[in-house]
């Protein structure tokens, strides 16, 4: 069993930084990478960004240029760092721990609580 704790999140005004931290514990073995999602107040949960152990990396269109995930080696923490925060960006994030195919990102660990960050305009 896996368990993601988020934390990190709060009320900025736009254009302000956040980093938002994931601890990742549990059997992890065999998740060699790891994913940031939002949620949106009323809309779906959409990946973010997503990182492999190998340095591959993976960013949603909204997000590029803005946001930098990291992982540590062992994978039990996975960092998220918002720059350049939009209205837009506010939601409940979350991290997963999961595996790559191909280019797309797979989460496994399941969900934890998330972490609510909101931007004023």
């Known amino acids: 069993q896996v368990q993601v704790v988020e934390s990190g999140g709060g009320l900025v005004q736009a254009g302000e930084s956040l980093t938002l931290s994931c601890g990742i514990s549990?059997?992890?073995?065999?998740?060699?990478?790891a994913g940031w999602y939002r949620q949106p107040p009323g809309k779906e949960r959409e990946l973010v960004a997503a990182?492999?152990?190998?340095?591959?990396?993976y960013y949603a269109d909204s997000v590029k240029g803005r946001f930098t995930i990291s992982r540590d080696n062992a994978g039990s923490t996975v960092n998220l760092q918002m720059n350049g925060l939009k209205p837009d960006d506010t939601a409940v994030y979350y991290c997963?721990?999961?595996?790559?195919?191909?280019?797309?990102?797979?989460?496994?660990?399941?969900w934890g609580q998330g972490t609510q960050v909101t931007v004023s305009s």
């Open positions: 997963t721990a999961g595996t790559f195919m191909g280019n797309t990102y797979y989460p496994s660990s399941g």
């Open positions: 549990g059997s992890i073995w065999n998740m060699n990478a």
């Open positions: 990182t492999h152990a190998s340095g591959k990396v």
